[in-house]
């Protein structure tokens, strides 16, 4: 079983940073993809972010060249460093790990959940 911790949210002005990271408890081998989702309210939650145990990595087009996901092996912690924020990106974020391969954006693919952070951007 696998358990994942988010933390790092919170508020900030449009235009600021933040990171988020993920620490995941459990036994992590072998194939493994891990991943950011988030979820404004009103709105169904969507992929970020995706990673896999090779370094692959995988962007929603609304996030790319604004957000990096890196993970640190060694620390079982996987971040998400979000840059240049906007209002819209105002939603809580959720870590979500699998067993597998590639690198997916959709919520159907993952099995473990964290409980999410939240990030509030102001305009």
């Known amino acids: 079983q696998v358990q994942l911790q988010e933390s790092g949210g919170g508020s900030v002005q449009s235009g600021g940073s933040l990171r988020l990271s993920c620490a995941a408890s459990?036994?992590?081998?072998?194939?493994?993809?891990m991943g950011w989702f988030r979820q404004a309210p009103g709105k169904e939650r969507e992929g970020v972010a995706s990673l896999d145990s090779r370094g692959s990595t995988n962007y929603a087009d609304s996030v790319k060249g604004r957000f990096t996901i890196s993970q640190d092996k060694a620390k079982n912690t996987l971040y998400l460093q979000m840059n240049s924020l906007k209002s819209e990106d105002t939603a809580m974020y959720y870590c979500?790990?699998?067993?597998?391969?590639?690198?997916?954006?959709?919520?159907?693919?993952?099995?473990?959940w964290g409980q999410g952070t939240q990030v509030t951007v102001s305009s």
């Open positions: 979500a790990a699998r067993y597998g391969v590639g690198t997916p954006l959709a919520l159907r693919h993952f099995d473990y």
């Open positions: 459990g036994y992590i081998y072998g194939n493994y993809n």
